[in-house]
C-alpha cells in the first residue's frame, strides 16, 4: 500500500480489479471486470467493477479503512441477492469490527479474551447490510443489500462502501501487507479479479 500525504494524515489507497484477460491498468487502477467465459459484453467490453481500500487512520495494532466498489460497467447492475466480497490476510490480521457491512463467519477467535473481533478467518467473506439498518451501522453508500447500479444508468446508486477495522496488521506503511486471492461474487455469469495494487 503506498502513503499519500496530506498534511500530517496518512492515508493509504489499494485498488483491486477483476479483469479478463488483459489487465486494464489505467496508471493506478486495476478493473474487476467480467471473465471471458460467457460474461463478455461487446456493448462494454471496458466495463469493470474498480475495489479501493483507503486507510484513513492508524490504530494501536493495525488501521481503520473504507472499501469503495464502483461499478463502471455500462449496463450491468449487482443485482439482488447482491456482492459478496472475499480476500484472503497476507499475515494473521482479524477484523475488530465494521460499519456498513458485515462478515458472514465470525472463525476461532478463542485466543482473545475480554474484546472479542468482528472476524478472525484467514478468508473473511464480507456482505452489504440491508436497506433500513440503524444509522450508527451505516456510512455513505451501504446498507442495500448488496445491490450496485450500473455507472451509465445511474451514477449516485453505482457504487457501495464500508468501513473495517483490522487488526494484527502492523501500524504502517511498512508493515502493512496487502491482502491477496480477491473474489467478487455478484450473481450472474461471474468475475476473476487481478492481484491488489499499491497506489500513492
Known amino acids: 500500500m503506498g502513503l499519500h500525504d496530506a498534511s500530517t494524515i496518512s492515508r493509504v489507497q489499494s485498488r ?3 479483469t479478463s484477460e488483459i489487465l486494464l491498468g489505467l496508471i493506478l487502477i486495476i478493473a474487476f471486470a467480467f471473465s471471458p467465459t460467457g460474461a463478455y459484453d461487446p456493448l462494454d467490453p471496458n466495463g469493470n467493477i474498480t ?24 449496463y450491468r447492475h449487482i443485482e439482488s441477492p447482491g456482492w459478496t466480497l472475499g480476500w484472503t490476510w497476507a499475515k ?5 469490527s465494521m460499519v ?13 479474551q475480554g474484546n472479542i473481533p468482528h ?32 455507472w451509465a444508468q445511474d451514477p449516485i ?8 477495522s483490522v487488526g494484527s496488521a502492523g501500524t504502517s506503511n511498512k508493515t502493512v501487507r496487502l491482502p491477496k486471492n480477491f473474489t467478487l461474487l455478484a450473481g ?3 468475475y476473476t479479479c487481478g492481484p491488489a495494487k499499491k497506489v500513492r
Open 188 to 190: 450472474g455469469p461471474g
Open 157 to 164: 446508486n453505482a457504487v457501495s462502501a464500508f468501513q473495517v
Open 16 to 18: 483491486w480489479c477483476f
Open 92 to 96: 494473521k490480521e482479524v477484523i475488530w
Open 119 to 150: 472476524c478472525c478467518k484467514k478468508n473473511p467473506t464480507v456482505v452489504d447490510l440491508l436497506p433500513g439498518t440503524p444509522y450508527n451501522q451505516q456510512i455513505a453508500n451501504c446498507c442495500r443489500g448488496g445491490v450496485i447500479a450500473s
Open 51 to 74: 475495489i479501493k481500500w483507503d486507510i484513513m487512520s492508524w490504530t494501536p495494532d493495525g488501521y481503520l479503512a473504507v472499501v469503495t466498489m464502483n461499478n463502471f460497467q455500462q
Open 100 to 112: 456498513g457491512a458485515q462478515t458472514t463467519e465470525q472463525g476461532d477467535c478463542s485466543k482473545y
